[in-house]
């Protein structure tokens, strides 16, 4: 049965993502305003909310860009709505990201929408689609970092520094670890069309541990280590400190006590 093309409603932006976007913001707020002296809990609500919304707008450009590039049967899977409970694996996409973020700082999105690829033509449109997720994930940490690396700091309140500071670590960390070329990640998904038939059938079987097994890998300490150190890195290039990123980490994990030194902005 042919799809037809997606309509006002499948493009609709679902009640569900802006629940979400405005806890992010009431959240963000309450970071901002120090509101009732629930600062660390404030900040777990405005990193989760706003990774939520950045997993979101990651698989929305997976399903924008294959829209574009000739699957029309996006719009009837809900893809363009925003509602991450349209995805096709809400554990992987929604539940597994933010169990990393909340057990080890690692920001990892998983792959969600089902692309129907053979309504798309030519390699460099299937290449594109899988690494579309991932750039979002760069334009989100350039936004999150840009007060930083813009000196625009003056007058942001220390605890919201330390959140934006920890949420552009999420980003960076994704955007990294989605473009390895691992299957099941997109990395491998952009270079996966210019592999011969052969290869990709070889390592088909691996594509539901490809997540499972870099999260693995990263619990090795020197890796873990040695990735970390690349992360901070960046960062600092972007302008923003070890012990911003490390502070709003502290502050995140608002059930463990918050150093004494983030507390008072350092």
Not at 128 to 134: D, F, M, N, V, Y
Not at 241 to 248: A, H, M, R, V
Request: charged share 15%; with cysteine.
């Amino acid at each position: 049965m042919r799809a037809a093309a997606p309509t006002r409603s499948d493009r609709r932006i679902s009640p569900v993502f802006l629940g979400i976007a405005a806890v992010t913001a009431v959240a963000g707020w309450a970071v901002w305003t120090e509101y009732a002296d629930a600062t660390a809990f404030a900040v777990f609500l405005f990193v989760t909310g706003a990774w939520i919304v950045s997993l979101c707008l990651h698989e929305y450009a997976h399903a924008r860009t294959a829209l574009h590039s000739g699957d029309i049967s996006i719009g009837a899977k809900g893809y363009l709505t925003l509602n991450p409970l349209k995805y096709t694996h809400a554990l992987l996409s929604i539940v597994l990201p933010v169990l990393f973020v909340i057990m080890g700082g690692i920001g990892l999105p998983g792959g969600a929408v089902f692309i129907e690829r053979g309504r798309i033509r030519g390699r460099w449109r299937h290449s594109l689609i899988s690494a579309a997720g991932p750039l979002t994930n760069i334009l989100f940490a350039v936004v999150c970092t840009a007060p930083f690396w813009l000196d625009a700091l003056s007058g942001v309140p220390a605890p919201f520094r330390f959140a934006l500071a920890f949420l552009a670590m999420l980003q960076v960390t994704a955007a990294i670890l989605n473009f390895v070329p691992i299957p099941g990640l997109d990395g491998y998904g952009v270079i996966e069309p210019w592999l011969s038939h052969g290869i990709r059938r070889q390592v088909e079987p691996f594509a539901p541990f490809g997540l499972i097994a870099v999260f693995g890998v990263l619990w090795i300490p020197e890796v873990n280590g040695a990735f970390f150190d690349a992360i901070d890195a960046i960062l600092r290039g972007l302008g923003v400190s070890d012990f911003e990123t490390y502070c709003g980490q502290r502050f995140y994990r608002f059930w463990q006590d918050t150093d004494a030194f983030c507390r008072v902005g350092g």
